[in-house]
């Protein structure tokens, strides 16, 4: 593993912590890029590293009661069958498909981490029940098909439409990638098979001891830095990454 792997971690870590997003987002570029990995294998481990960051980065949010579990009921469970049938769907495109989805995801997502989120309820009127439902579906859905685990469109999506708290949406967030990521990767198990790949467990689980490592210090750091700057830092690096991504699959796609 080299030093760009590890501080990639890292990073991995911090974002989740702090942001309850962007784990994967960092993680499938890493995987691809830096690694070396084929996209289907890349995004199999990251459903399953972002997972695993994320089930210990929401402990110190369980510990402070920032978890609103009846939306993670509405909004998770959903997502965890939209996860399934992304996952599932993706055994019908090619890779270049997955990397272009992808690398537009990151472009939208720098959009939803640029808007301001205010404090105070943004809606006086909340949506119907059904709505969050299919909401979170398609979240979810989204999820399995390009491997991301959603966070920077779920923590919007529990503030402006569940009515709740900036911070109780992180750790919101937090538990619902954990659904999403359980449902999706056990999905790729069999997408990884039709395909002869197999996971490469000892670079995942050192990735996953870094990352929660850095999502220990996310967490602490959660109340001590301003999120919105982060946000926005995080939403530029998603231009570039997102931006460099759509450019290098198309470069490589018309040039072989």
Not at 28 to 51: D, F, M
Not at 205 to 223: N, P
Request: aromatic share 8%; with cysteine; charged share 10%.
């Amino acid at each position: 593993m080299n030093i760009l792997t590890i501080i990639g971690a890292i990073f991995i870590g911090l974002s989740l912590g702090l942001l309850g997003s962007g784990g994967s987002i960092i993680t499938v570029p890493l995987l691809i890029y830096v690694v070396g990995e084929p996209t289907k294998l890349a995004i199999a481990e990251s459903l399953l590293i972002v997972g695993c960051i994320s089930s210990f980065s929401s402990i110190g949010y369980i510990r402070r009661k920032l978890i609103d579990w009846p939306l993670v009921v509405l909004f998770g469970l959903p997502s965890m069958l939209g996860t399934y049938v992304g996952a599932w769907s993706s055994q019908f495109v090619l890779g270049i498909i997955q990397l272009i989805s992808f690398a537009a995801v990151m472009l939208i997502a720098s959009r939803f981490m640029l808007k301001p989120m205010v404090g105070h309820d943004p809606l006086s009127v909340q949506p119907p029940r059904t709505t969050l439902s299919i909401i979170g579906f398609g979240v979810g859905a989204l999820a399995g098909f390009v491997g991301v685990g959603g966070g920077f469109l779920i923590v919007p999506a529990l503030h402006l439409l569940g009515k709740i708290p900036l911070h109780r949406a992180v750790g919101t967030s937090l538990v619902i990638i954990v659904m999403q990521s359980i449902s999706g990767f056990i999905k790729y198990q069999g997408v990884l098979a039709s395909n002869d790949i197999f996971i490469n467990w000892s670079l995942v689980g050192v990735m996953i001891l870094i990352g929660i490592a850095g999502a220990m210090a996310g967490v602490r750091l959660m109340d001590r830095l301003p999120q919105l700057t982060l946000k926005r830092i995080f939403a530029y690096l998603l231009i570039v990454l997102g931006s460099y991504m759509l450019v290098s699959s198309l470069y490589t796609h018309f040039t072989l």
